[in-house]
């Protein structure tokens, strides 16, 4: 069993900046560790994932430049700095788990490749 708990979110300008944070626990080794979003009415979106020894990252095209994904396993902990924050960008964000197994760039981006979630954190971007 693996349990995550994202923080970090809350309310932001347009332009600014947040960073968000997820502290695994249980079962802490995973191959990837990822990011996703979901906006009202909308489908949940892949925004960014990172590897077990971080040589390998994978973001949405939109977040590319403004977003970045990094992993400290010491502390078993995933982080998605969030700059230049436009109002597209407000959703409920949810961090993803993947265990084990083999992937690439496109698996990694479906939400059926990960194995346990966290509850989300709330982040909304004002015009």
């Known amino acids: 069993q693996v349990q995550l708990v994202e923080s970090g979110g809350g309310l932001v300008q347009a332009g600014g900046s947040l960073r968000l944070s997820c502290a695994a626990s249980?079962?802490?080794?995973?191959?990837?560790l990822g990011w996703f979003r979901q906006a009202p009415w909308k489908e949940r979106e892949f925004v960014a994932t990172i590897s077990w020894s971080a040589d390998f990252t994978n973001y949405k095209d939109s977040v590319k430049g403004r977003f970045t994904i990094s992993r400290d396993n010491a502390k078993n902990t995933v982080y998605l700095q969030m700059n230049r924050l436009k109002p597209e960008d407000t959703a409920v964000y949810y961090c993803a788990a993947r265990l084990s197994g083999a992937y690439d760039y496109w698996t990694a981006r479906l939400s059926g490749a990960y194995d346990y979630w966290g509850q989300g954190t709330q982040v909304t971007v004002s015009s």
């Open positions: 249980g079962r802490t080794f995973s191959s990837l």
